[in-house]
């Protein structure tokens, strides 16, 4: 199975921060990599695609990056509606697997 | 408008069954895989396995594979995951997940679009 590693695992920031998640795949994945927010109760949300595709709907303060063994979220500018868990998701081979999450907090 | 409807919550004791229900809407059933995820209380996601309605051909996690059944209804355009034994460590809240692109032998790599709202299933004596 194709291990994510997230990092960090917990981050906290002020609103209007930029704020960068990792994540690292075990081995080479490509760009078969996506990014889901999810917030408390609630399912989880597609972000990001192939690595750098924004889902539509998605505001363009989210961007995604990276090939082969590393990628990374970057959120330009935290808006208050951003704070929540970050998920990475492998989809170069089965088991589908995901990341452990990142959890975004208010500073 | 693309939509995922699962059934209510669930209270079980150990060793009863159980089969919990996504009905998909907007979107072709039969042409499009629809998959599970796990999220044990407090912890992440885990992809449990997918299945496309239109012939039913399934693929299982390994560490899902034996211990649940995934099934679809292509007449009501509904997927199923089913226990026939459940554990305490069988507590969770379960999604199910539609993807819209194809998947093969080895990989869906389509991310999933689509979520229904879950469903919290607690195993307690």
């Known amino acids: 199975d194709i291990q994510m590693t997230q990092s960090p695992s917990s981050v906290s920031a002020s609103v209007g921060d930029r704020v960068t998640i990792t994540c690292r795949a075990s081995?080479?994945?490509?760009?078969?990599l996506a990014w889901y927010q999810q917030k408390p109760g609630k399912a989880p949300k597609l972000l990001i695609y192939?690595?750098?595709s924004l889902q539509s709907g998605v505001p363009s303060r989210f961007s995604g990056s990276g090939f082969g063994t590393d990628f990374t979220l970057t959120i330009s500018s935290l808006q208050p509606e951003d704070f929540a868990t970050y998920y990475c998701q492998q989809a170069d081979s089965f088991p589908i697997t995901f990341g452990q999450g990142t959890r975004l907090e208010i500073k | 408008e693309v939509q995922l409807v699962q059934s209510g919550a669930e209270v079980k004791k150990p060793g009863e069954s159980l089969k919990i229900s996504c009905k998909g809407s907007?979107?072709?059933?039969?042409?499009?895989?629809i998959g599970w995820v796990r999220q044990m209380p407090g912890k992440g996601l885990e992809w449990m396995g997918i299945?496309?309605?239109?012939?039913?051909?399934?693929k299982y996690s390994p560490s899902f594979q034996g211990q649940v059944t995934i099934s679809a209804d292509k007449s009501i355009s509904t997927a199923y995951l089913q226990w026939s034994s459940l554990k305490a460590s069988d507590t969770a809240m379960y999604f199910c997940a539609l993807t819209l692109g194809d998947c093969s032998s080895s990989t869906c790599y389509s991310p999933f679009e689509y979520w229904g709202q879950g469903i919290l299933v607690t195993v307690s004596s």
């Open positions: 081995q080479h994945i490509s760009s078969w």
């Open positions: 192939a690595a750098s």
């Open positions: 299945i496309y309605p239109g012939d039913s051909d399934t």
């Open positions: 907007g979107y072709t059933f039969t042409n499009n895989w």
